[in-house]
């Protein structure tokens, strides 16, 4: 018996080290996701080690934005367990896998004519499992006719039979035998045949030993005997066993990141705050989003081993641009014989021009064969027509315009897709002097209030004429952090009047004063933080029972702003070093970041990105007073 245990430990001690380094090798191919690979494992775990106890489907959900590596994932491990011949991958909008031949009408049919065996593991990927929605916006049901039989598969594995086909073939039978018995005399009489689909799905619903040829060529009687046969057989033979599946879900689920969204494009946005960000994303996400999508009960089979990818984060794509470089350097130098040394701000352009943070991998991969496919060619070109010989370097640089390559004294530009730094550059003193200005003012009044620098501030900006400041969302806003808030929103305007002049503000505040209105209105009008406790609200509704006097609070708005417009305007003026150093930083480098803010300000910025208000601290004050306060009555009763 000892003997026995002693060989099952060694056995898994050995599939668990294969485990391991299945996790190392998907390290070094599949970068800036190593927690994700990590947790895949360990889902994973119990199905490779002892998939003997498996009596249902395996379910892993893997949900992140588009080219962060979700079904390259599943592909590589599949094919690193050696499950490559038992793998079977459908992409869940319809259109793959023989999409128009009757068998991709369900999950079952494509299974069946895959390498997985019934009753024995294997591995399905249900990919962009989010266009399989079956609801509407309105809650309304969809009519989904394709794999229908997923939610089957993803309850317990057993499908039953496809008895509506199996109608079809009775029907298909009894249309031939009248068709026959009303056919002339001088007719030559049409005979049943099963198509091979038919005959496949026959031999599939029936679990049938005979070979496929051999059910094609059967009499409508042999065929009906089989149908009898099996409908009397009893319910046990019916379900087709598919319990010993690992599936992996994947999708893209847009809802998750509404909330993230910034006032600027993909290409502006920084790879890692909107990772930050994407990183706090839970499986409560996961399942809020998927409510909107898929009825309750279909949710609920989707399991809890829900994994959210974050986005990639800067090093994450900084080792893809490296492994980019080496790996056409290396293709380019086999063909024609020349060595190329890719300089750093050569990789600096390629993460400016081709990372957009919410779109993944796959614009990096197509710009960097727009700049280095191209760029290699014509610089190894431009180098052999000057007389470079086998063995000869050609280095490559890059200025935010284009290419450069240097061989021995001589030098040549080369023409390159540097779009988006060409749009990011602000030429015009001017311009990029009351960009800074007021980026400043927003920024710098933000961290004096909330202790904390802004995650980002940029002037040099490719998807607007404009700049911007990006700030840590809040839990809770308590009256005193909207007002904060408000100010902040004011800066901007208060930093141009303070420095230019009023005659020279611009016009650039205005999406600044709607957002500071909108606030101050919900402030007074919807939370109660003004001299009015009920919420005011506008209707045209009369079954609507609202206060609708919103004309009493227009007054209170009007003086609330300008009180915090004047707030801002002091807190500038009083600590104008700050505001120069940040503006001189974003002329300089057209950004700022957290660190380099703190720096330049010298101001303490220590609070942590969760921290509120001292709520705990006044609670306990409150307890405190509470406690002391009976102890005064107390005695003052026992005086008495």
């Known amino acids: 018996m000892s003997d026995s245990h002693d060989e099952l430990r060694a056995q898994l001690a050995l599939k668990n080290q294969q485990l391991q380094q299945i996790a190392a090798q998907l390290k070094t191919e599949l970068f800036g996701i190593d927690a994700i690979i990590d947790r895949v494992i360990d889902s994973v775990r119990a199905w490779v080690l002892m998939p003997e106890l498996v009596t249902r489907p395996v379910i892993v959900c893997l949900w992140g934005l588009t080219g962060t590596g979700k079904t390259q994932l599943v592909r590589r491990l599949a094919q690193l367990l050696g499950f490559y011949d038992r793998f079977v991958e459908v992409q869940m909008d319809g259109f793959s896998n023989g999409a128009g031949w009757r068998g991709a009408q369900s999950i079952s049919g494509m299974l069946a004519q895959s390498g997985v065996r019934e009753g024995e593991p294997g591995i399905l990927a249900l990919d962009e499992f989010q266009r399989f929605r079956t609801i509407d916006q309105k809650r309304g049901e969809l009519r989904v006719e394709r794999y229908q039989d997923v939610w089957g598969l993803l309850s317990d594995g057993r499908l039953p039979p496809a008895l509506s086909l199996l109608g079809d073939i009775e029907s298909s039978i009894a249309e031939a035998a009248f068709d026959a018995e009303r056919a002339d005399a001088d007719e030559v009489k ?44 009893g319910q046990q033979r019916w379900d087709t066993d598919y319990s010993r599946l690992l599936v992996f879900v994947c999708g893209n689920l847009d809802e998750m990141y509404e909330d993230l969204a910034t006032s600027v494009d993909d290409c502006d946005s920084d790879a890692d705050t909107f990772h930050a960000l994407t990183g706090k994303l839970s499986v409560i996400d996961v399942k809020q989003a998927l409510n909107k999508r898929f009825k309750p009960e279909q949710v609920a089979r989707l399991g809890n081993e829900h994994i959210v990818y974050p986005s990639l984060s800067r090093r994450a794509y900084e080792q893809l641009i490296a492994q980019g470089c080496e790996r056409y350097a290396g293709e380019t130098e086999a063909r024609c014989g020349l060595r190329f040394e890719l300089a750093a701000s050569l990789r600096e352009q390629i993460y400016a021009n081709a990372v957009f943070p919410a779109q993944g991998t796959r614009p990096l991969f197509s710009s960097l064969h727009a700049i280095l496919g191209a760029g290699l060619a014509k610089a190894a070109l431009w180098a052999l027509e000057h007389g470079a010989v086998h063995g000869d370097t050609v280095r490559l640089t890059a200025d935010g315009r284009s290419l450069t390559a240097h061989w021995r004294e001589q030098s040549q530009a080369i023409a390159a897709p540097f779009e988006i730094s060409r749009l990011r550059q602000r030429n015009n003193a001017d311009f990029r002097a009351l960009l800074a200005v007021h980026e400043a003012g927003h920024g710098l009044v933000h961290a004096l209030l909330f202790c904390r620098a802004p995650t980002e501030i940029k002037i040099h900006v490719a998807s607007f004429e404009g700049g911007y400041n990006a700030y840590t969302s809040r839990k809770v806003w308590s009256r005193q952090n909207l007002l904060d808030s408000i100010c902040t929103s004011l800066a901007g305007r208060a930093a141009e009047r303070l420095v230019f002049g009023p005659g020279m503000s611009s016009s650039g505040a205005e999406s600044d004063l709607r957002k500071a209105t909108e606030s101050a209105a919900r402030m007074l009008r919807h939370l109660g933080h003004g001299e009015r406790v009920s919420r005011c609200d506008v209707t045209t509704n009369s079954e609507d029972n609202f206060c609708t006097d919103v004309e009493a609070s227009n007054a209170p708005i009007e003086a609330l702003l300008r009180a915090e417009h004047e707030r801002a305007t002091h807190l500038l003026d009083t600590h104008r070093d700050a505001l120069l150093a940040v503006v001189d930083e974003l002329l300089a480098h057209g950004q700022i970041t957290p660190a380099r803010f703190a720096a330049v300000t010298g101001l303490a910025l220590g609070r942590s990105e969760d921290e509120l208000d001292p709520y705990d601290e006044r609670l306990a004050a409150f307890r405190q007073e509470a406690t002391l306060a009976a102890r005064v009555a107390k005695e003052c009763l026992e005086a008495v």
């Open 190 to 233: 049409r005979q049943f045949k099963l198509r091979s689909w038919e005959a496949r799905e026959l031999q599939r619903n029936l679990k049938l030993d005979e070979p496929l040829l051999e059910i094609m060529a059967w009499t409508p009687e042999q065929i009906q005997q089989r149908l009898r046969e099996f409908r009397e057989s």
